[in-house]
């Protein structure tokens, strides 16, 4: 603990704590290992990156966290279920045919060009019974083709000019300097992953489903792609600050979502064999799907705890590397100076030093 001075009695205590060690090997051992006879008293697990670290936190007790964590699980589950509305008042649109005699509806037809796009853009599909899914959803799925071509198109072309313009934050930029004058701050940070792997899987998605059903959408979704990789490797580069890398903590989730993606793909085909009447390529492909099935729950075990906990064996060959270059004391001083909190830092403290730099360098 770093009192600077200050009496110990003075101190509060906090119910969290940054604890640094000098091998990666000694950090391993005691993130992953319980180090008390009840594991609710005593929790460990590995630190944050430093700039995202919220000191206030630190005094949230551990229950409370878990208690925080319920909630936003209720209020996410709530508002999955309240979403139904405005998706019930879509389904109505769709079914445009059918509610004419609607008066909204009515002034929609005195609009020329606008029933034949709410109809064409808002697919609809109806389930009677679960065992029809797989023939209801290659249905809807085969009938959908021009929409989805429709969709990556205008995403494509829109959203990537709108993400190398960034015309909402030059916008709040030029506002914030008019009221509080110009700053030497970036006003682009890191890169937005809630917003773009949202897309991205979602492009994934309707390429698996349609990439038997519809050849013609593979093309404009390599565009896409190929778009969307030479946009981003500007931004990246150019635009974003990148600080410190993820050590790619998103692929678990992407790796998720394609094998929905392959899975959704294969019980559309039953379906559609099923509707092209050929039962017995409908039943050959259960066993491939039960392969899929199986092939990403090996995926999970061999693979996945990788990307949570540090093995063993490379902590320590990491740690005979830096003590033969000599650099296991500067990599623990640096830890130790980057996880101090803001009121324990000296006055000639350099920020740029330890919130720029990575903890460790990579040569």
Same mark, same amino acid.
């Given at each position: $603990?770093?009192?600077? #001075? ?37 929790? %460990? ?35 999955t279920i309240f979403f139904a509305i405005p998706v019930t008042a879509v389904q109505g649109i769709a079914k445009f045919e059918k509610l004419k005699w609607f008066p909204p509806a009515m002034a929609v037809q005195l609009i020329p060009g606008l029933s034949?796009?709410? %109809? #064409? ?5 109806? *389930?009677?019974? !679960? ?22 198109? %205008?995403?494509? /072309?829109?959203g990537f000019a709108l993400e190398i313009l960034q015309p909402g934050l030059i916008i709040w930029h030029a506002i914030r300097a008019l009221f509080r004058g110009r700053t030497k701050q970036p006003y682009l940070y890191a890169l937005p992953y809630y ?5 991205? @899987? ?16 593979? !093309?404009?979704?390599?565009?896409? *792609? ?34 929905? @993606? ?33 092939? +990403?729950?090996?995926? +999970? ?16 060959? +990491? ?8 650099? $296991?004391?500067? +990599? ?14 000296? $006055? ?10 990575? /903890?460790?360098?990579?040569?």
């Amino acid at each position: $603990m770093v009192h600077d #001075g200050k009496d110990l009695e003075d101190l509060v205590e906090l119910p969290a704590a940054f604890v640094s060690f000098k091998t990666r090997c000694a950090s391993a051992l005691a993130a992953q290992s319980q180090q008390h006879a009840n594991p609710l008293l005593w929790t %460990t697990e590995q630190a944050p990156e430093p700039r995202e670290v919220l000191w206030n936190n630190l005094a949230i007790p551990h229950c409370l966290l878990l208690l925080q964590k319920i909630g936003v699980f209720v209020a996410a589950t709530v508002l999955t279920i309240f979403f139904a509305i405005p998706v019930t008042a879509v389904q109505g649109i769709a079914k445009f045919e059918k509610l004419k005699w609607f008066p909204p509806a009515m002034a929609v037809q005195l609009i020329p060009g606008l029933s034949s796009i709410i %109809t #064409g853009y808002l697919p609809r599909e109806s *389930f009677t019974h !679960p065992k029809d899914f797989p023939s209801r959803l290659a249905s809807a799925v085969s009938s959908q083709a021009d929409f989805f071509i429709t969709y990556i198109l %205008t995403d494509g /072309l829109s959203g990537f000019a709108l993400e190398i313009l960034q015309p909402g934050l030059i916008i709040w930029h030029a506002i914030r300097a008019l009221f509080r004058g110009r700053t030497k701050q970036p006003y682009l940070y890191a890169l937005p992953y809630y917003r773009v792997i949202p897309f991205v @899987s979602l492009s994934i998605l309707i390429g698996m489903e349609y990439a038997v059903i519809a050849p013609l959408l593979l !093309p404009v979704l390599i565009v896409y *792609f190929f778009l969307g990789y030479v946009v981003y490797i500007n931004q990246i580069q150019d635009a974003y600050e990148i600080v410190y890398e993820t050590g790619g903590q998103f692929w678990p989730y992407i790796h998720h979502y394609i094998f929905i @993606s392959i899975i959704l793909m294969q019980i559309t085909m039953i379906g559609l064999f099923g509707l092209k009447s050929k039962p017995a390529a409908s039943i050959a492909t259960v066993p491939l799907l039960l392969l899929t099935l199986l092939y +990403n729950q090996y995926c +999970n075990i061999r693979f996945l705890p990788s990307f949570f906990v540090l093995p063993i064996q490379n902590a320590v060959e +990491n740690d005979e590397r830096d003590e033969k270059d000599g650099l $296991m004391e500067v +990599n623990c001083e640096t830890a130790i100076h980057s996880y101090r909190s803001p009121c324990s830092r000296p $006055m000639n403290f350099s920020q740029e030093s330890y919130f720029t730099q990575p /903890l460790v360098s990579s040569t």
